[in-house]
């Protein structure tokens, strides 16, 4: 796969509420394709910022720049998301009467490039999309089942199959593993580090466990700005990581 350098750069970002800094200066670069996992204590931030990357919250300074030619603080919500970032909050928010495949093809109607073809006839591209993303989330089997009966792990699968239909550019994924099985987990781990390459990935995790085993690069925020930095060992053995989560 081909890099192209940086999709995502946060410079100098800072958001007040009420006038406490919850993000405070913040300098943050994703490159395209890569899988960064975002760890940091309680309050450190970390909702914000992503809150930050999808326009749902403004910061009071800074720049925030999706590739170089988009700047992310003079758009909407929509506008931002219709780029190719795509959100998945912690909570799996699938349609449990429809069908697995139903789910993927509603996801698929959220892409105003393809409606015309779908409300029209169902056609071998729109298809082929949701066979390739049955087969990324593991869920081919269960296709014609109702996502009601899914397990908590394989709901979280098809929420992430649901976001791929809009074949996204950089996707932000909240917890994925909390609630999950050790066997899910596993599973969950695969698939994330799968759709890294083709995409870029950005994963919030409190699950250290997870985060070692998926992570090649990751960044450590307190109190609103990065702390550290590096392969899950270096911010592991750095004495203020430590001191963040085991001190005082
Ligand atoms: P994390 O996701 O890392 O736990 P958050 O981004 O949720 O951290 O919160 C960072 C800090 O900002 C916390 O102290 C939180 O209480 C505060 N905060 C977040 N959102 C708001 C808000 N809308 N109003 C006031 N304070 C907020």
């Known amino acids: 796969d081909v890099r192209h350098g940086p999709i995502l750069y946060l410079e100098d970002v800072t958001v007040s509420f009420d006038g406490f800094k919850a993000i405070d200066n ?8 890569e899988l960064r996992c975002i760890i940091g204590p309680n309050g450190a931030g970390k909702t914000t910022m992503m809150d930050i990357i999808t326009g749902k919250t403004r910061p009071d300074t800074g720049s925030v720049w999706f590739g170089s ?11 931002i998301a219709s780029l190719g970032i795509g959100r998945k909050f912690q909570k799996p928010t699938v349609f449990e009467a429809l069908s697995v495949f139903e789910n993927l093809e509603l996801a698929m109607a959220a892409d105003k490039r393809i409606l015309p073809t779908l409300t029209a006839r169902m056609s071998g591209e729109v298809r082929d999309r949701i066979e390739e993303g049955l087969d990324t989330i ?19 699968w098809l929420e992430i199959g ?11 994924v909240d917890e994925p593993v909390a609630g999950m099985t050790e066997q899910e987990m596993e599973r969950t781990a695969e698939l994330l580090t799968g759709l890294a390459g083709k ?6 995790e409190h699950d250290m466990g997870f985060v070692r085993s ?8 307190h109190q609103g700005s990065v702390l ?3 392969t899950m060992d270096q911010v592991a053995s750095d004495p203020r990581v430590i001191e963040v989560y085991l001190g005082a």
């Open 138 to 156: 593991g869920l081919t089997a269960l296709r014609d089942r109702p996502a009601g009966i899914l397990s908590h792990g394989q709901k979280q």
């Open 69 to 79: 030619r988009h700047d992310l603080l003079t758009m909407n919500e929509p506008e």
């Open 214 to 221: 998926i992570a090649r690069q990751v960044t450590v925020l």
């Open 26 to 33: 913040l300098n943050l670069t994703i490159d395209d394709g």
């Open 199 to 204: 995409q870029s990935v950005v994963v919030v």
């Open 162 to 172: 649901m976001l791929l239909m809009q074949r996204p550019r950089l996707l932000l």
């Open 228 to 230: 550290a930095e590096g």
